[in-house]
C-alpha cells in the first residue's frame, strides 16, 4: 500500500467577532501518522484561546517525547481533572490519529461526536466511553481508505441555534444528515467542514452563542518523491542501497553525477547527460531509464535552496533546478536516502565561494523549509 495522505482543512470563528476564538486546532505529521488535535477552551475570548492551545502543545508534547497516544491522552485528561472547577487552565479536547495504512483512533473528552464520511454516505462515529476516576472519556477506532475522511466540531456547533432556529441545538445526528444531502448534492469533500461551519452560523443567526470551529480530514493518495543523493558509506551495501529505493513509491530522483552511477550500475544501464539542457545557469541533468529526474548533486540542491519559496514565475522556463523544483512542490511526502560518502571536493574554498553548501548541510535546510510549508520529510542516512 502506497503512502495515505490526510488533508486538514477547517473552519472557525469566535463567539464575539473581533474576539479570539476559544477553539483551537493543530495538525502535525510524524513519518508513521497525521495527528489532529482539536481543544475547547473553558469560557470564550483571549482567556480560552490560551486554555486551548496549552492542552494542545502539552499533549504535543507528550506525544513528541514519545509517549503512546492512550498514555498522552490519560496524562492530559487527568490534568483537566485537577483544573475543573479552578483557575487552572481548563480544555476538553478530541486528538485523532491516523496511521498511514489507515487504521484510525479517535479519542475523546467531553467533546461531541465525530462523522465518519464515506464515499457516498456518512454516519456518526460509534464511540465507547470508558470512565477515567470521575471523567468520562471515549474511544473509536476504525480503517480510512481513500476518499473517506473524518468531520470533527467542538459544541458550538451542536448548539448552534439553541432556544432560536433548534429548540434544542443541532445534533451530532443532524449535522451527519446535513453532510449526507451535501454528498448527494455532489458537493466537494474538501468543502464539506466549510459548509457545514456556514450551516451553523446560520442556524445561530445575528448572535453566535459560542465559539465555532470545524476540522474536515479527508484521505487521498499521497504523493511521494524520494531523492537518492550520495553514494553509501560502504560501497559494499550499493546493490541493497539501490533495490531499496527502487522499491519506494511515487517519483524517484537521482541527485549527483556519482550517485547516478551507482545507480545505473546497479542497473545495467548508460547514464547519459542532457545535452539539450541550455541554462547558463543550473548545471544540466541527466537521464537514467527507470529513474524520473537525475540532476547533479549539491550545486543543484543549493540552487533549490536558495529559489525553493521564490516566485515560480520568475524561474528559468526548464532546468534542473527547475524540474527538480517541480517535482518536490507537488509532493506531499518527501524521503531522502543521504550516502554517507566523502565528496572531498566540497572542501574546496571555490565551493565556499560560490555559496555551495555540503550535501548533508543543504538536504537538513531543505528538509526545514518543506517541513514548514507542511510537507512530511523523512531523511535517512546511509
Known amino acids: 500500500m502506497g503512502y495515505l495522505h490526510v488533508e ?25 501518522a497525521t495527528v489532529i488535535i482539536l481543544a475547547d477552551g473553558i469560557g470564550s475570548g483571549i482567556k480560552a484561546n490560551i486554555y486551548a492551545n496549552m492542552a494542545i502543545s502539552r499533549l504535543e508534547k507528550l506525544l513528541n517525547e514519545g509517549f503512546s497516544l492512550r498514555r498522552a491522552f490519560t496524562s492530559l485528561v487527568n490534568t483537566m481533572h485537577e483544573a475543573r472547577g479552578t483557575d487552572m487552565p481548563y480544555a476538553v479536547f478530541t ?26 454516505s456518512a454516519s456518526v462515529v460509534k464511540r465507547r466511553n470508558f470512565t477515567l476516576g470521575n471523567d468520562v472519556i471515549s474511544e473509536t477506532n476504525l480503517f480510512l481508505e481513500t476518499g473517506e475522511g473524518l468531520i470533527l466540531f467542538s459544541d458550538g456547533i451542536t448548539l448552534a441555534g439553541i432556544g432560536g432556529k ?10 451527519c444528515r446535513f453532510i449526507k444531502d451535501q454528498l448527494v448534492s455532489g458537493a466537494d469533500r474538501k468543502l464539506l467542514a466549510k459548509l457545514v461551519h456556514e450551516q451553523a452560523l446560520n442556524l445561530w443567526g445575528k ?14 493518495p499521497g504523493k511521494v518523491a524520494t531523492i537518492f543523493s550520495g553514494p553509501p558509506l560502504d560501497k559494499a551495501h550499493d546493490t541493497r542501497i539501490v533495490e531499496d529505493f527502487l522499491a519506494q513509491p511515487g517519483l524517484k530522483i537521482v541527485c549527483g553525477a556519482t550517485t547516478a552511477q551507482v545507480v545505473a550500475r546497479q542497473l545495467s544501464r548508460k547514464l547519459q547527460i542532457n545535452t539539450a539542457d541550455a541554462s547558463l545557469i543550473a548545471p ?10 537525475v540532476t547533479e548533486g549539491a550545486v543543484t540542491l543549493s540552487q533549490l535552496f536558495n529559489i525553493l519559496d521564490a516566485n515560480p514565475l520568475d524561474f528559468e522556463t526548464d532546468s534542473s533546478v527547475t524540474r527538480l523544483y517541480d517535482s518536490l512542490i507537488g509532493a ?5 536516502i543521504v550516502g554517507g560518502s566523502k565528496n572531498v571536493g566540497h572542501a574546496d574554498i571555490a565551493f565556499r565561494q560560490q555559496g555551495i553548501m555540503p550535501r548533508h548541510k543543504v538536504i537538513d535546510l531543505l528538509a526545514q523549509k518543506l517541513r514548514s510549508e507542511g510537507r512530511l520529510v523523512d531523511i535517512r542516512q546511509v
Open 8 to 32: 486538514v482543512t477547517g473552519a472557525s470563528n469566535s463567539k464575539k467577532p473581533g474576539n479570539a476564538c476559544g477553539d483551537a486546532f493543530l495538525s502535525f505529521r510524524t513519518t508513521d
Open 95 to 120: 486528538v485523532v490519529r491516523v496511521l498511514n495504512n489507515g487504521e484510525t483512533t479517535v479519542l475523546a473528552y467531553e467533546m461531541p461526536e465525530s462523522i465518519f464520511v464515506g464515499r457516498h
Open 166 to 175: 433548534t429548540r434544542l441545538g443541532w445534533s451530532s445526528e443532524e449535522v
Open 207 to 220: 448572535h453566535c452563542g459560542d465559539d465555532c470551529t470545524v476540522i474536515g480530514a479527508l484521505c487521498r
Open 284 to 293: 544540466p541533468g541527466y537521464s537514467l531509464e527507470g529513474i524520473d529526474l
Open 332 to 336: 506531499d511526502r518527501i524521503n531522502f
